[in-house]
């Protein structure tokens, strides 16, 4: 069947029940695509996808799962018969840091398995339909790939790997496929009763360079811009939303 959208094209969006991922699904289907939103959480993921409205479609899946990821995959091409746009944003992200002293090897690969797995399976299954169309790739970093906190060894190592990742498929995949990433740094990426519950402090906005913390709208727009044709000469790509403070020195 031909994509509901108004300008023809499909995208895959991983993660997209909350967050930044369903900020970027939100964004491109004001643009006017069919976006097929994925979660492991189906009840929320089938909630948000029937409020997105028609262009908006929902499966579960495991991207650590090679064989969930195929089937969505299939089910996807089965549906609407092309694949324009993959973005890579489910992730593990345990906002309780664990000691490298009690980390868990079963956590640590889990970590990494959807990470750093997931968009390699992802890449893998969807690149011949994206290649057909002269697809794009944006997988979702962090600026965590390149400063830490403590405690953060197997996020920081699974966000250090996929930059690694996305410069060896924009390699590979290139020139018909461009692959590029974007590595958010503090974003609100909290649902709007929990923003109005527990706002950000003036402190919080006034430490970044640009004023403000950053918004799922701030990640959405670059992303967006990205899989579009004007980006038709970048690949292989970090670009870095963070209100500027990786590029700030702090001294205590």
């Given at each position: 069947?031909?994509?509901?959208?108004?300008?023809?094209?499909?995208?895959?969006?991983?993660?997209?029940?909350?967050?930044?991922?369903?900020?970027?699904?939100?964004?491109?289907?004001?643009?006017?695509?069919?976006?097929?939103?994925?979660?492991?959480?189906?009840?929320?993921?089938?909630?948000?996808?029937?409020?997105?409205?028609?262009?908006?479609?929902?499966?579960?899946?495991?991207?650590?799962?090679?064989?969930?990821?195929?089937?969505?995959?299939?089910?996807?091409?089965?549906?609407?018969?092309?694949?324009?746009?993959?973005?890579?944003?489910?992730?593990v992200?345990?906002?309780?840091?664990?000691?490298l002293?009690?980390l868990?090897?079963?956590?640590?690969?889990?970590?990494?398995?959807?990470?750093?797995?997931?968009?390699?399976?992802?890449?893998?299954?969807?690149?011949?339909?994206?290649?057909?169309?002269?697809?794009?790739?944006?997988?979702?970093?962090?600026?965590?790939?390149?400063?830490?906190?403590?405690?953060?060894?197997?996020?920081?190592?699974?966000?250090?790997?996929?930059?690694?990742?996305?410069?060896?498929?924009?390699?590979?995949?290139?020139?018909?496929?461009r692959?590029?990433?974007?590595?958010?740094?503090?974003?609100?990426?909290?649902?709007?009763?929990?923003?109005?519950?527990?706002?950000?402090?003036?402190?919080?906005?006034?430490?970044?360079?640009?004023?403000?913390?950053?918004?799922?709208?701030?990640?959405?727009?670059?992303?967006?811009?990205?899989?579009s044709?004007?980006?038709?000469f970048v690949?292989?790509?970090?670009?870095?939303?963070?209100?500027?403070?990786?590029?700030?020195?702090?001294?205590?």
């Amino acid at each position: 069947m031909e994509a509901a959208s108004t300008n023809g094209r499909v995208a895959l969006v991983t993660g997209a029940a909350r967050g930044i991922g369903l900020g970027i699904a939100a964004w491109l289907i004001s643009e006017g695509w069919q976006v097929v939103l994925t979660d492991l959480d189906r009840v929320r993921g089938s909630k948000v996808a029937k409020v997105l409205g028609e262009t908006a479609w929902f499966i579960t899946m495991d991207v650590a799962d090679e064989r969930q990821v195929a089937l969505g995959v299939a089910e996807v091409l089965g549906q609407f018969g092309r694949l324009d746009a993959l973005v890579c944003n489910a992730a593990v992200a345990d906002p309780h840091n664990i000691t490298l002293e009690s980390l868990d090897l079963a956590y640590w690969n889990r970590v990494l398995a959807v990470n750093l797995s997931g968009p390699m399976l992802l890449a893998k299954h969807c690149a011949p339909y994206l290649r057909a169309h002269a697809g794009a790739i944006v997988n979702l970093a962090s600026t965590r790939a390149g400063q830490s906190e403590p405690d953060t060894e197997a996020y920081a190592a699974s966000k250090g790997g996929l930059l690694a990742l996305t410069h060896a498929l924009a390699i590979s995949l290139g020139p018909e496929i461009r692959v590029n990433a974007v590595s958010p740094g503090w974003i609100d990426a909290r649902d709007p009763a929990v923003r109005r519950a527990e706002p950000l402090t003036e402190a919080d906005h006034a430490q970044h360079p640009a004023g403000r913390v950053g918004t799922v709208e701030d990640v959405a727009a670059m992303v967006a811009w990205l899989l579009s044709k004007n980006a038709g000469f970048v690949t292989g790509q970090e670009f870095v939303v963070d209100g500027g403070m990786t590029k700030k020195m702090v001294y205590r």
